[in-house]
């Protein structure tokens, strides 16, 4: 937890330099472990399944013959709405941001900006 803080304020007071960091951290890890990232994640996907279908995946966590608390279908719900929540939470902000700071070819910025500043405050204040 101290280091996710930690990086967040490197980010936050240095965001230049922080971003050109991070950028070429990840362009050195693309280029020189590409392949093994592909590899890597297909052998987890894989461990992942074995595991799961295997005597393994009948191990439960609490106490033995102990009822779960919530059904699969309660699961899959639970699973939907935390994914669901999440995107909707993130893409909310980031997609009108993203067509503000890059607009179609068609419109021009200044139109684009009177669009979302109108746009964004019609619904609080109609008069």
């Known amino acids: 937890m101290v280091c996710c803080v930690l990086i967040a304020l490197v980010f936050l007071l240095f965001p230049n330099t922080a971003l050109g960091i991070a950028t070429r951290f990840t362009q050195y890890v693309v280029t020189q472990f590409?392949?093994?990232?592909?590899?890597?994640?297909?052998?987890?996907?894989?461990?992942?399944?074995?595991?799961?279908?295997s005597p393994l995946g009948k191990i439960t966590l609490g106490v033995d013959n102990e009822k779960p608390e919530f059904g699969f279908f309660s699961w899959i719900a639970m699973l939907f709405a935390a994914g669901m929540g999440s995107g909707?939470?993130?893409?909310?902000?980031?997609?009108?941001?993203?067509?503000?700071?890059?607009?179609?070819?068609?419109?021009?910025?200044?139109?684009?900006?009177?669009?979302?500043?109108?746009?964004?405050?019609?619904?609080?204040?109609?008069?």
């Open 88 to 127: 909707l939470i993130f893409w909310g902000v980031a997609e009108p941001i993203f067509h503000y700071s890059h607009p179609p070819a068609f419109a021009s910025g200044t139109e684009c900006g009177t669009f979302y500043s109108n746009y964004s405050s019609a619904g609080y204040n109609n008069s």
């Open 34 to 53: 590409g392949l093994y990232f592909i590899i890597l994640s297909s052998i987890l996907l894989l461990t992942s399944l074995f595991i799961a279908l």
